[in-house]
């Protein structure tokens, strides 16, 4: 275990985020947002994570960040354990991009405050124009003027926001970063220019990426391995290529055939599958398998045991009884 | 353009060749942004263009000014009968405005200056202007600083109860809303009377000379009036706290005082302005219904309210005594409210954009 300890940057075992939801006046359930999530991550590689809304892909990216403590399993960094007490200093190492440019930018800073908030709080710099000059070497990173430095964000559109949150994120100068759905709040055209700037900076600056969305295209463009999850689960992981030509769980299935595909032709050629039922409430999931409520498949013993994953050869992991 | 491929005759797309180039010059003006403002000058400028708040300012300023000039040029004391060369001149009762005793006439006849009465006398022979501006002196002192208690006691409160969160909240709340379901005049009638026998065994001079009624509106608002302004304050936090600039702050590494200081604070502070300009005509009104009901100063200390209710009892052939402190009340209350709307309407984040 130790050595591939060593090769790989974030290994997460068997991560747990439970959170305690009132149902009743007394009564208390337990939500299990993420239950069981174990993956790892290379120096340089970008793991993508994909799945339906409320599935747990934010909560994975922000327990692993410890923004929520995690109620069981381990989070290992460069081979150590990052615990509550380690934590400050691995904020310099993981860094993470928000979803909303609009929510994720203080209003009532300068984007070169915003910037050198990360400067500030671990004490990079020695002096002003130091502090300066490397706002400005991020700011040029990402593509932004000199100028924007002293403007307020509300003067910016959301492409030109997003990359204000990636400048944040970089200024620590992190080996790691969770991209939490970074694109899926802009719109189509921004949204080629900020991955292709994802791809180049990961070229520049050697970073790892947890690269967090619902969209299977864009996370199979930027991802070298991807992780499908259902309701707290993954479900399967694969070489990003291998999973989209060769997908083996059902539910992945299923989120490959929602893909739009820009032919008309072949996309009336194609067979969707459309899903029957709702997702299960993550405060009542089914017995054995999450997924068996609404698989073709299913069967008793789905019903009975919870499948783990294994392995399918070459690494690719599924966690399915029937396929 | 023969480079252009073919196009369908019912197609959308742009014919390129029907366009021009952009010179440099034009280009360069694409680029002129406006010039970047601070939310506080951004809002000042909106302030600035409303008239009605203009206008409040505007008034505010000279009452303030009529406050410290007056009893600089007004030769008369608000606490003393009118006095003509050294002497009393019990004549001078209920003089009509720019009126002069018969006593003041006959000195002036004689070659004398007499300070014309701008708002007449009072019943007790002493210069209703001069009590007027001593009036409304006190009612904004009480406005202003029973609003600055209840900026303190609210923001603390209110603060403690939204960033804490969880049972500290709940508690807290609880405490808020049992206040808030009290009939908030019958507790201050109850308690200036208590307050009243307690203070006045006391020897402390500073409650000596602010008389005890005046000490008895202040802890009343201090216990009583700070409620809604602690339950804007930590409304307004549970807001900004679940923005995910706070998160980013957290992922960052920055500790809670740092978030506080620089991302909370700065973010809930227009709707606190907003709150306290709002507060101070409200206290005013509350300290000058306790005055006319006959619980606020303390004679011969006037406000508007006990000017208001001494002038009642000649109400019938001396309706000028109402009107003045009427008045002034109302041009006070009137302009702190716009003034009030104006700044939410500038300052509010909710109506920006």
């Known amino acids: ?323 | 353009m023969d480079t252009a491929p073919n196009k369908n005759p019912l197609s959308l797309q742009i014919d390129v060749s029907r366009f021009e180039k952009a010179t440099d010059e034009e280009k360069r003006q694409q680029d002129v942004m406006s010039e970047s403002t601070t939310f506080f000058k951004d809002g000042m400028r909106k302030l600035m263009k409303n008239p009605l708040a203009v206008g409040s300012i505007v008034v505010l300023v000279l009452i303030i000014l009529t406050i410290i000039i007056a009893p600089l040029v007004v030769p008369y004391s608000y606490s003393d009968i009118i006095k003509v060369n050294g002497k009393r001149d019990k004549s001078a009762k209920n003089l009509a405005p720019f009126e002069y005793s018969k006593q003041e006439q006959k000195f002036i006849d004689e070659g004398g200056k007499v300070f014309p009465h701008i708002m007449g006398t009072d019943s007790m022979c002493r210069d209703y202007f001069i009590r007027v501006v001593e009036g409304t002196k006190i009612s904004l002192t009480v406005g202003l600083f029973a609003s600055i208690l209840v900026l303190i006691i609210g923001v603390l409160y209110g603060s403690i109860s939204g960033y804490m969160g969880g049972k500290v909240d709940l508690i807290m709340m609880r405490i808020v809303d049992i206040i808030y379901s009290l009939p908030d005049m019958l507790i201050i009638i109850l308690l200036s009377v208590v307050l009243n026998e307690t203070l006045a065994q006391s020897n402390s001079k500073i409650i000596q000379s602010l008389g005890t009624n005046m000490v008895s509106i202040f802890v009343v608002f201090g216990l009583l009036y700070w409620v809604g302004m602690a339950r804007l304050v930590r409304g307004e936090i549970l807001k900004i706290k679940s923005n995910e600039y706070i998160l980013a702050a957290q992922a960052v590494g920055a500790p809670s005082g740092r978030i506080i200081r620089t991302h909370i604070i700065p973010n809930c502070i227009s709707v606190i302005i907003i709150t306290t300009a709002l507060q101070i005509p409200s206290a005013i009104f509350t300290e000058s219904f306790l005055s006319f009901v006959g619980m606020g100063v303390k004679a011969p200390m006037p406000s508007l309210g006990s000017l208001a209710n001494a002038a009642r009892e000649g109400l019938q052939s001396y309706p000028m005594q109402l009107v003045f402190p009427a008045v002034t009340i109302v041009l006070i209350v009137l302009a702190f409210n716009l003034l009030g709307d104006g700044l939410r309407d500038a300052f509010d984040p909710k109506l920006r954009r």
């Open chain 1, 1 to 323: 275990m130790s050595n591939e300890n060593t090769k790989c940057l974030v290994e997460v075992q068997d991560l747990q985020q439970h959170f305690p939801i009132k149902t009743g006046f007394f009564s208390k359930t337990l939500l299990k947002a993420v239950d069981g999530v174990s993956f790892r991550i290379n120096p340089g590689e970008t793991l993508g994570l994909v799945g339906e809304s409320g599935c747990g892909k934010t909560t994975v990216g922000r327990t692993l960040l410890r923004l929520y403590k995690p109620t069981g399993g381990k989070i290992y960094f460069d081979g150590t354990e990052v615990t509550d007490r380690n934590m400050h200093s691995y904020r310099k190492e993981m860094q993470m991009v928000f979803q909303d440019p609009y929510s994720s930018l203080d209003p009532r800073m300068t984007v070169e405050d915003i910037i050198g908030e990360p400067l500030d709080v671990h004490k990079l710099y020695k002096s002003k124009g130091e502090r300066r000059d490397k706002i400005l070497e991020l700011m040029g990173l990402v593509g932004l003027n000199a100028e924007h430095a002293t403007r307020y964000v509300h003067e910016f559109s959301g492409g030109q926001r997003q990359r204000i949150g990636i400048a944040r994120a970089l200024a620590v100068n992190p080996r790691f970063i969770v991209c939490d759905e970074p694109v899926s709040a802009l719109d189509v055209s921004i949204q080629a220019q900020v991955i292709n700037m994802f791809e180049e900076l990961q070229e520049k600056l050697g970073v790892a990426y947890l690269f967090i969305a619902h969209d299977l295209l864009v996370v199979h463009h930027i991802s070298d391995r991807i992780a499908v999850m259902y309701l707290g689960r993954i479900v399967e992981t694969a070489d990003a290529d291998e999973l989209n030509d060769n997908p083996m769980h059902p539910y992945t299935l299923s989120l490959l055939s929602a893909v739009p595909i820009p032919d008309p032709e072949t996309a009336r050629a194609q067979k969707r599958i459309i899903l029957e039922g709702d997702v299960p409430s993550p405060l009542n999931m089914p017995s054995g398998c999450a997924f068996r409520t609404r698989c073709r498949y299913a069967t008793e013993q789905c019903a009975r045991e919870c499948p783990q994953l294994t392995d399918r050869g070459n690494g690719h992991m599924v966690a399915c009884w029937n396929k």
